[in-house]
Nanobody, 124 residues
Framework: QVQLVESGGGLVQAGGSLRLSCTAS????????MGWFRQAPGKEREFVAA????????RYTASLKGRFTISRDNAKNTVYLQMNSLEPEDTAVYYC?????????????????WGQGTQVTVSL
């Protein structure tokens, strides 16, 4: 069993930055690929970024690459999402998720564990 706790959300003005953190319980964090997803009001949850456990390779949704960066620190059981040049359209609840395996990291239904989410609000 893995428990995930997100933090770092909040209110920021457009153009600003936030860094989200997701800390996992358990001693096998390094064996999980980690993903970030987000859900805006009235919209479906969507893939943001993922990082594999094996070689820390990363994947991003195309529209966010260049502004968002995912990274992980296995010693701290933590995955991060650095978000720069934030736009009002980035307003959403951001969720981290964990899965065993390396493939299909963009697919929400392949993840085994989910956090409760952290709210990010970007104002004009």
């Amino acid at each position: 069993q893995v428990q995930l706790v997100e933090s770092g959300g909040g209110l920021v003005q457009a153009g600003g930055s936030l860094r989200l953190s997701c800390t996992a319980s358990g001693r096998t964090f390094s064996r999980y690929s980690m993903g970030w997803f987000r859900q805006a009001p009235g919209k479906e949850r969507e893939f943001v970024a993922a990082i594999t456990w094996s070689d820390a390779s990363t994947r991003y949704t195309a529209s966010l690459k260049g502004r968002f960066t995912i990274s992980r620190d296995n010693a701290k059981n933590t995955v991060y999402l650095q978000m720069n040049s934030l736009e009002p359209e980035d307003t959403a609840v951001y969720y981290c998720a964990a899965k065993l395996g390396l493939f299909q990291v963009e697919r929400m239904n392949t993840y085994d564990y989910w956090g409760q989410g952290t709210q990010v609000t970007v104002s004009l």
